[in-house]
Every structure is written in C-alpha cells, then in structure tokens.
C-alpha cells in the first residue's frame, strides 16, 4: 500500500512564506516522478511543481516560479515545497502526487490528501 501524506499546511500573511511537506511509504517503483497540485474553492486542481526522484529535473508552473522551490529531503522518501512572496490567490488545498515511467500527470498513480494553505490579504 503506497502512502503519501502532506503536512505544513497553515495559515500566513501575504507576503510571508510556508512549507509543505510530502511523506512517500510503501511499496514504490524504483523510479518516480514526485509533483505538487494546488486546488482552490470552485476552481479546478492545478499543476504547482514537479521533481524527479534522482532530484536532477524540476520544473514549475508559471504562476509559481521565483517564489516556490520544490526539493528533496531531508528525511528519506521526503519532498518539500518551500512557499515564499504568498500571495493571497495561493490559497488552495495542496496535494503531492506520483506518476511512474510511462504514465503521466493526466493520470496519477498515488495521491495524497492534501493539507491546506491560506493566505490573507
């Protein structure tokens, strides 16, 4: 049973900064790719930021670039999303997902939970 489970979800001023975490268990392929989505009241669940697990490719949504960074660790199986410069349209639920080789973000293997953001204005 594979297992993802977000945390560092909160509430923060515009401006301020978060991160949120992923925790991966279970029985996973050797290789995968380790993405955030942000879904916000009545809107549709949107790409954020993707890593791969060797950590040598990233890559990141428009909206987001130079004020997100999505890595590795420190604990095993681990991947953060650092949140800086928050913007109040940031708010959203926040989920990490997988997809292995061979499939894509159109359709996941593994989806966490998600934890919630807020930023006030």
């Known amino acids: 049973q594979v297992q993802l489970v977000e945390s560092g979800g909160g509430l923060v001023q515009a401006g301020g900064s978060l991160r949120v975490s992923c925790v991966v268990s279970g029985r996973t392929a050797s290789t995968y790719v380790l993405g955030w989505f942000r879904q916000a009241p009545g809107k549709e669940r949107e790409f954020v930021a993707e890593i791969n697990w060797s950590g040598s490719g990233v890559s990141y949504a428009d909206s987001v670039k130079g004020r997100f960074t999505i890595s590795k660790g420190p604990v095993k199986n681990a991947v953060n999303l650092q949140m800086n410069s928050l913007k109040y349209e940031d708010t959203a639920v926040y989920y990490c997902?997988?997809?292995?080789?061979?499939?894509?973000?159109?359709?996941?293997?593994?989806w966490g939970r998600g934890t919630q953001v807020t930023v006030s204005s």
């Open positions: 997902a997988i997809h292995y080789p061979g499939s894509s973000w159109a359709n996941p293997n593994y």
